[in-house]
């Protein structure tokens, strides 16, 4: 028997949350898992940039599919705008919704030009994209993870 989360079209983190509402510390885990995997292959790709430039290549490759995998930006914009209504009536202040979604299509604009670098020679500019995206995806991490605890601790005091 399917439950709700999954009727409404929902997976990975958002199913969790679906049936057992958010949780910081579960948030921080996942992203934190994550945001390591990132650092280690940056580190690689920045050892092999130089030696084995087809290595470097499936490095930046292993990267994306990080991101296409949605482990660094495992909430959908889908996703979140489901729980837009919801995140609203709790913490009453709909510019956190408009300023996480702006965030995410930042990460999304950032996974776009490091995909386009990796065709290209600049592998300087190639490691760039990918510190940047790392950046702005721990960024966008914390920033989702106040909204979280404000949440499970019953919303902001009026």
């Not at 989360?5 to 992203?31: T, V």
């Amino acid at each position: 028997m399917r439950d709700a989360s999954e009727s409404q079209g929902l997976s990975g983190e958002g199913a969790f949350y679906m049936r057992h509402g958010p949780k910081a510390d579960n948030h921080h885990a996942i992203h934190e898992a994550a945001h390591q995997q990132a650092s280690a292959l940056i580190e690689r790709a920045m050892q092999v940039k130089d030696e084995a430039p087809g290595m470097f290549s499936d490095v930046v490759h292993e990267f994306l599919d990080l991101i296409d995998a949605r482990i660094l930006v495992h909430a959908a914009v889908e996703e979140l705008e489901v729980y837009q209504p919801w995140i609203e009536d709790r913490i009453k202040r709909p510019a956190v919704i408009a300023a996480l979604l702006g965030e995410h299509q930042t990460l999304r604009q950032l996974a776009v030009a490091l995909e386009r670098s990796v065709a290209g020679t600049d592998t300087d500019l190639t490691l760039s994209y990918m510190h940047r995206f790392l950046a702005a995806s721990r960024a966008h991490a914390d920033h989702e993870e106040d909204v979280l605890r404000i949440l499970d601790e019953g919303g902001l005091p009026t």
